[in-house]
């Protein structure tokens, strides 16, 4: 029911977008799976559509339309189909669930180009896929949490168990173990990317069961209050959430889209675009981290030390030796994991605690 | 506090908004109009709830004005369908639409701004009780409300001569309206309680479940409380029952998925076996398990009629035109 008003809603909005004419100006769509109100992906997404207008010259130029909290699925592809007879000229599905819709709808409208984050499919020539190499991030928040942990246990609240979500948790395990190797990461599915009453209770659940520090990969800033009434630390996610807890905030992974947004709208309006498959980290400034805040010095060094190295590429997180969860070995001293493998990401490395959802 | 505690206060607070959302739309239907737009007046009473409260600095006030709110919402349902007749399945759904949108562009201008919480009481001595302290005395205000709410409901139902009016015009409008009971303005008052229990219960959301405004942060519980509704086979302790099942089901499967089994080594054997079988269920089905047990019970009340015909309000969902 929930899902069909939410498709309603949703072709209902497509309908007045699409309303406006679309001659001269470039015209970029954007597919966000929560509102943009909620502080966390969709939001950061939407600030980088903005930036993107603004580097690009502003409205006279660049026409943003945007669809908020459109179910992942089958309801998606409707959505997308009516942007793209709306006229617009490229459009970016911003979450993983969009996937297969992405490609489909694609493949009927070959002159419009297709984005979609996080992703790995591309059918078509027009579709490209860009994702941020966030377990960067993750990593270093690692190091900090068994760096600021008394008990040496941390709370995971995670989304779905998708690759990109199980690369977070294996990377923030090992970011911790370069530390203390003993340390231990609780992980709880709240099975939804946004749902704060929902993430409150994971981040209650979790402190009740004795951690002392939450991370989430979630979108919203539910976990940071509970962490800040509760008095512990956390992470932020997605934007700088410092003003949700400002005694609480360790740092947070900031998801950096401007930069890309700019790039791709311009090579649309130079007519240079092409079919890529990037997936940025530091280096590229696709993931830039929050100020370290609410830690002491040392713990803030080595977080900037962790940071430095990751950026200037002389480090990557997963770097052997990593065992898997059962003991057994997966990359040999000195051995890097290929990309191929962390993207399509379903097993976890050893000392999460946790049985990974099939 | 022990871990028990805790558990048992989270709980409290899951429960607390499908409990009053819920006997809300019980009176609604007791009186034989089923309104599907509780989602939209939740979030419109979470949205009004944080705003007054962030502007007066009050949570108080901020209750004040999602109780109000989600009643003059109600009150559009409430012209439409019962003044102008229109289908209460259509307007209802218009309505948890309108609401999503309509909250969402209000709220605009709170994303991000630090909410204010509503205190939880604190008595001396009991408060600090071991076990139930914080539990029966250490509170939000709006949980005891919400208590209050149902022993008023249940006592107004089935013990005054208001309440039984109100349940004949559910069950049979025609001959409620022959007796010369006026069953379009109680539908009216009805439908508005419904309204302000919402509003209530989107306050709380907002002022004490996770002090904020975010769009769409009801995330479908208005469609619990209606499920919750039919749970209950329209009894009001059954609401309580049912909303703190539900409520509780949807903590204990994270507490499931956070515990370890060797921190449970120290349980009866039996119970460990259980503790076992359960982690193993996937956190997915244990979701949607709220859902799952409406249907068991729909199934199993359609079984006996004469369970069925007592409990349901006759006259849900079919309009009333006086005829004269």
Known sequence: MKKMLFALAASAAVLIAGGASAQDKTKACFIYVGPIGDFGWSYQHHQGALEMQKNLGGEEKVEIAYLESVPEGADAERALERFARSGCNIIFTTSFGYMDATNKVAAKFPDVKFEHATGYKRETPNVATYNSKFHEGRYVQGVIAAKMSKGGVAGYIASFPIPEVVMGINAFVLGAQSVNPDFKVKVVWANTWFDPGKEADAAKTLIDQGVDIITQHTDSTAPIQVAHERGIKAFGQ???????????????????????????????????????DIWGGMHDGHVVMAPYTNMPDDVKAAAEETEAKIKNQTFNPFTGPIKKQDGSEWLKDGEVAEDGVLLGLNFYVAGVDDKLPQ | MGTLELVLLTIATAATPLLLAAMGELVVERAGVLNLGVEGMMIMGAVSGFGAAYATGSPWLGLLAAIIVGALFSLLFAFLTLTLVTNQVATGLALTLLGLGLSGMIGERFVGLPGVKMRVLDIPVLSDLPLVGRLLFGQDPIFYISIFVVFGVSWFLFRTRAGLTLRAVGDSHKSAHALGIKVIAIRYAAVMFGGACAGMAGGYLSLVYVPQWVENMSAGRGWIALALVVFASWRPWRVLAGAYLFGGISIMQ???????????????????????????????????????????????????????????????????????
């Open chain 2, 254 to 324: 994270l507490h499931i998925q956070a515990v370890r089994l060797e921190d449970l080594a120290f349980l009866p054997r039996p119970v460990f076996w259980v503790a076992e079988v359960v982690k193993s269920i996937p956190a997915q089905f244990l979701s949607s398990l709220p859902y799952l047990a409406t249907v068991v019970v729909l199934v199993l009340i359609s079984r006996n009629r004469r369970l069925t015909m007592m409990n349901t309000p006759a006259s849900l969902g079919q309009p009333f035109v006086p005829d004269r």
């Open chain 1, 238 to 276: 997605a934007s700088d959430m410092i003003k949700f807890g400002p005694e609480t905030q360790l740092t947070s992974i900031i998801d950096n889209w401007g930069p890309y947004y700019t790039e791709r709208v311009k090579a649309v309006m130079d007519g240079t675009w092409k079919q890529i």
